[in-house]
């Protein structure tokens, strides 16, 4: 078998759920003899989360910096896809493979008139994609330029078989290896007592405000159950961030509700809590949820689009609750606490991530 050349590009591998699959993914990948692999991010090296085999990747960033002015933005994104395009032409890839829309937008133009496989991961609902009207534009555009669009639902594929009739549309779920060698090391240790737990970035889309109007409503019927919130520093929407702020503090939950940022020992988290809560407003594929999963928490789940009902199919210690229903999902966590039920415990099976390896490598 040939060796095969393949690039990855994505904005960072800070601390994400698409930036952990991206480096789970290209550290197993790379074990094959075959695949030379290579990771190109827009952002700088310095904010790494995640740590990558240097020894078989071959690592290139292009230190993109946030500019406000509008021809000052032009000329960076410009300088950007010359960067990146000259990389290709020199590493001369097999196969480019973008993750996330602006990162898939800059491969599509970086390699117009060069011939490699162009594969798109979908990483996210694609009804709420977060950028510019014009970057929309481009980014529907772009999708006439690839050979293959990865998603990981059953749901997300026949959204888009319907959309891009010609196209090779495949379903491959997340890697659910927990084995990640991070580079920064922030170790805070769980409550020993019952406690509710959240993962996610601090934005609309993960709905905290919802759990926290939730969390009020019952908070003083479980005095004793604290709500954690685990968080990425890096990506905070300081204006949602500041309304959550103000949420707690009307209505005294200071002392119950807490933040913690860049947490690396996050399973112990998930081990120890006794609830662990998605409460967003729309998903692709939570990786939250496989995390949660995988380390044999009770999940209350929100049923959003896309990723929550599929990933819990055959897992008997979870419950799913309308999307967005408030009510409804303080009464679950009220029920929850007061009839204590116990759950058998499953367990996991590494099995499956050998097939999501087996698939990627059949379509790079």
């Excluded at 594969?119 to 996210?124: L, Y």
């Excluded at 293959?148 to 026949?158: A, D, P, R």
Aim: proline share 3%; with cysteine; glycine share 2%.
């Amino acid at each position: 078998m040939r060796n095969k050349k393949i690039i990855f590009l994505i904005n960072s591998i800070n601390l994400g759920g698409a930036e952990k699959q991206i480096s789970l993914l290209m550290n197993e990948l790379a074990n094959d003899r075959n695949n030379s692999i290579y990771l190109i991010t827009l952002d700088s090296s310095k904010n790494d989360f995640y740590k990558l085999d240097q020894k078989k990747i071959k690592r290139y960033s292009c230190n993109q910096k946030k500019k406000n002015n509008f021809f000052e933005k032009l000329f960076n994104i410009i300088g950007l896809i010359l960067k990146i395009r000259s990389l290709i032409i020199s590493i001369r890839p097999n196969t480019i493979v973008g993750f996330l829309p602006l990162p898939s937008i800059i491969m599509t133009i970086s390699t117009l008139g060069i011939r490699c496989k162009k594969i798109i991961s979908i990483r996210n609902n694609p009804n709420y994609i977060n950028i510019s009207f014009l970057w929309k534009i481009l980014y529907k555009f772009s999708f006439n330029f690839y050979d293959t669009i990865v998603v990981q639902t059953s749901e997300l594929k026949f959204f888009y078989k319907k959309k891009y009739l010609n196209k090779q549309i495949i379903n491959i779920p997340n890697i659910y290896n927990n084995n990640l060698l991070l580079r920064k090391n922030k170790i805070i240790n769980p409550p020993k007592k019952k406690f509710i737990l959240a993962v996610g970035k601090i934005n609309s889309q993960k709905g905290f405000d919802l759990l926290l109007e939730a969390y009020n409503k019952i908070q003083k019927k479980i005095p004793r159950i604290k709500l954690f919130i685990l968080s990425n520093s890096k990506n905070i929407d300081q204006k949602y961030y500041n309304y959550l702020k103000k949420f707690i503090k009307k209505n005294n939950l200071i002392n119950k509700v807490k933040f913690h940022f860049d947490v690396s020992n996050i399973s112990d988290w998930y081990r120890n809590s006794s609830v662990y809560v998605l409460s967003s407003r729309y998903e692709g594929y939570p990786n939250s949820i496989c995390e949660a999963k995988q380390n044999n928490t009770f999940i209350l789940s929100f049923n959003c689009k896309y990723g929550p009902k599929e990933i819990l199919k055959n897992y008997p210690r979870k419950k799913l609750v309308q999307r967005e229903n408030i009510y409804k999902l303080s009464e679950e966590l009220e029920q929850f606490f007061k009839k204590k039920i116990k759950y058998k415990k499953i367990k996991f099976c590494s099995s499956s991530d050998i097939k999501v390896i087996k698939k990627w490598n059949e379509i790079l």
